[in-house]
Structure formats: structure tokens, C-alpha cells
């Protein structure tokens, strides 16, 4: 199992940090940010495939800004994970 620890931009989280094995997705949490929904994400993404996921979240806005947490989860994925 791979560990990825991601540094999002733009938005309130101040860290992402997940696991990928065999493209699965597990153990998704947020450092900062808006606790519930992120932790709404991470439950919901549990054992899913990471590129779904990231063709999925990625675009997502949040409010004025151009990104979202979700969106940098698709990003994070798409960097570390390919």
C-alpha cells in the first residue's frame, strides 16, 4: 500500500493525505477544512477506484474559488497517482 501526502492550494484544507492499493482508495482524510463534508468524502470514496473517483471530483467549485477540497483530491490523485 502506497501513502500519499498532498498539500492542496486555494482552498481551507491544509492537507490531504490518503492510501492507494491496486488503484483502490483508502483511508482519505483532510486536514482543515470543512470537517463533515470532508469526512462525508472520505467515507464515500472508501475502496473505490482513484481514477473514478478523480474523473468524478475533479471541476468541483466551492463557492468564488475556482477549486474546491474535492477538486484537489482529483488533482492529488492525478499527480500521485497518475
Given amino acids: ?3 500519499v501526502t498532498f498539500t492542496p492550494t486555494g482552498v481551507c ?3 490531504i493525505d490518503f492510501d492507494v492499493e491496486n488503484g483502490k482508495l483508502y483511508n482519505v482524510k483532510f486536514a ?3 470537517n463533515g463534508n470532508l469526512k462525508a468524502i472520505g467515507k ?7 481514477k473514478e ?4 471530483l475533479r471541476g468541483n467549485t466551492c463557492g468564488m474559488k ?9 488533482k ?7
Fill in 76 to 82: 492529488a490523485i492525478d499527480e500521485k497517482v497518475g
Fill in 53 to 56: 473517483v478523480a474523473d468524478i
Fill in 66 to 74: 475556482g477549486t474546491s477540497c474535492a477538486d484537489q483530491l482529483a
Fill in 32 to 34: 482543515g477544512g470543512c
Fill in 44 to 50: 464515500l470514496v472508501e475502496g473505490k477506484d482513484a
Fill in 1 to 3: 500500500m502506497e501513502h
Fill in 13 to 15: 484544507a491544509i492537507q
